[in-house]
């Protein structure tokens, strides 16, 4: 599993965004995808999985109802579409992969790959 994230940019308050994370390997459909963010200061917190088939999703509580996750295995592509965006949003994005059977871990410890991250920057 090699991940590649894109996508970041500069939004305003109430934008949108989409992230991309392309993964160039074999396994994509067997591992749950997260996203994870780290704002300046702040530990890497989670965001929100996805499990392998795609039909099971997670958010943390900060970003219900605003962001989506998806995944197109065909394409070995994970999304994160960021809608309402406010400036607490602003970090550093990292997509993951953990391996596991059903459920997800939300941990930042318990992943197994990790892609470069992308900065998001929502003005106010």
């Known amino acids: 599993v090699q991940l590649q994230a894109s996508g970041g940019g500069l939004a305003q308050s109430g934008g949108s965004l989409r992230l991309s994370c392309q993964d160039s390997g074999r396994a994509f459909s067997s591992y749950v995808l997260d996203w994870f963010r780290q704002a300046p200061g702040k530990e890497r917190e989670f965001v929100a999985a996805?499990?392998?088939?795609?039909?099971?999703?997670y958010y943390a509580d900060s970003v219900k109802g605003r962001f989506t996750i998806s995944r197109d295995n065909a394409k070995n592509t994970v999304y994160l579409q960021m809608n309402g965006l406010k400036p607490e949003d602003t970090a550093v994005y990292y997509c993951?992969?953990?391996?596991?059977?059903?459920?997800?871990?939300?941990?930042?410890?318990?992943?197994?790959?990790w892609g470069k991250g992308t900065q998001v920057t929502v003005s106010s």
């Open positions: 996805i499990s392998r088939g795609g039909g099971i999703k």
């Open positions: 993951a992969a953990e391996r596991r059977p059903n459920g997800y871990s939300g941990s930042v410890n318990l992943m197994h790959y």
